[in-house]
């Protein structure tokens, strides 16, 4: 959203609400549209921002920005899923050790492997998290 505001606008930006609107589509359908109102105040704009960027993210985009942090050996558990954005920042160590994407048991379950597997799980969520911030 353009912020069409001058100084001045900006000043009665906390009165405001801003809207946003998102599609809600199913298998190529748009079947409704989800409104939410934010209060200007309230709200950290480049936090949402950067957020709603990440929760665009095609499982593809994932894919890439696993590789790009160092992850590339969970690249096809995140891929034959289809985690897309949105699910990558919901995403806890639960979820990645077992439902949806057991990473525990598709890397190997060897005690030494499994140290590493914590370590690098752990150091997942913490990336992950960092998309959040």
Request: charged letters at 30%.
């Amino acid at each position: 959203m353009a912020n069409t505001l001058g100084f001045g606008g900006l000043a009665h930006m906390s009165d405001m609400l801003r809207r946003a609107e998102s599609d809600e589509v199913v298998n190529g359908e748009k079947v409704g549209t989800t409104t939410v109102h934010l209060s200007a105040d309230t709200i950290d704009w480049s936090n949402v921002q950067k957020q709603l960027e990440v929760r665009d993210w095609s499982p593809e985009r994932v894919k890439k920005w696993l590789e790009e942090c160092g992850f590339k050996r969970f690249e096809s558990a995140f891929g034959r899923e289809k985690i897309d954005g949105e699910q990558l920042l919901e995403l806890t160590m639960d979820q990645l050790k077992y439902e949806p994407l057991h990473l525990q048991k598709a890397l190997g379950g060897t005690s030494a492997k499994d140290n590493q597997l914590e370590t690098d799980l752990a150091n997942l969520l913490l990336e992950i998290g960092k998309l959040k911030e």
